[in-house]
């Protein structure tokens, strides 16, 4: 569903963001994205979602290859992939329900969809009874599951987090993670970028490890059976 073939990242001739990376996901996988600040995590995220091009290699996400992606169909590929951040980026003027319908007023979805989808998406995250609320009203632990309602409200086969945990206390990250682990056991492919690494040992999932710009640890796997196309959702 991802694959990275030898892709290199340089924002000038003395930063090189990312080098030769190699890495495949498959549908379903739920995996993390570990290292240091600046190893080069988030230009990984900004690659897959297109926010950026790889200097050299090639990306694949839902077996189309982005590099020369024409810049009309980029909406197209953000549609299936649903975004988490540490920080939520609600907006507080809108309700609830608001907030997470949002994609899916983009995409110009009927009344009627939105509702549907909107409600079966804050049930995922147990926030059914909240969609009338102001998210200034809800805990951080409750901002989080909103962004992931939104995140998920179309149904994408990508879900991507940054460091969707790090406000949050303990309890709190192990509700998220297995919020993150039900999406991955219904086809969605998960990537989760955090520097919690006992949160990451606790889960005994596969890492991926950035030093440097170079993938370290958890690379190189073979992608089994058809990746799926993006278009299928």
């Not at 030769?20 to 995590?41: D, I, M, P, W, Y």
Request: aromatic share 4%; net charge positive.
């Amino acid at each position: 569903m991802i694959e990275f073939r030898q892709v290199t990242k340089r924002y000038d001739s003395d930063h090189t963001a990312l080098a030769q990376v190699n890495f495949g996901l498959n549908r379903g996988e739920l995996a993390f994205l570990t290292g240091h600040s600046g190893a080069g995590k988030s230009t990984l995220l900004k690659l897959i979602m297109v926010m950026e091009r790889p200097s050299a290699g090639e990306v694949v996400v839902g077996g189309q290859l982005l590099n020369r992606l024409p810049r009309r169909q980029i909406p197209y590929i953000r549609r299936h992939i649903g975004v988490v951040f540490q920080n939520h980026q609600l907006l507080f003027d809108r309700t609830v329900f608001d907030n997470v319908a949002m994609p899916l007023e983009v995409m110009g979805a009927s009344p009627r969809d939105i509702g549907r989808r909107v409600r079966a998406a804050l049930d995922k995250v147990g926030l059914l009874n909240k969609e009338k609320m102001n998210p200034m009203q809800l805990s951080g632990g409750e901002q989080q599951r909103v962004g992931i309602a939104r995140a998920v409200v179309n149904k994408p086969p990508v879900l991507l987090a940054d460091e969707p945990t790090g406000n949050l206390d303990p309890e709190l990250s192990a509700d998220i993670m297995n919020l993150f682990t039900r999406f991955s056991q219904v086809g969605v492919t998960v990537l989760i970028a955090t520097h919690d690494i006992g949160l990451v040992n606790d889960m005994g999932r596969r890492t991926l490890t950035l030093d440097h710009g170079r993938l370290i640890a958890g690379g190189s796997s073979p992608l089994h059976g058809a990746p799926g196309g993006v278009s299928g959702h």
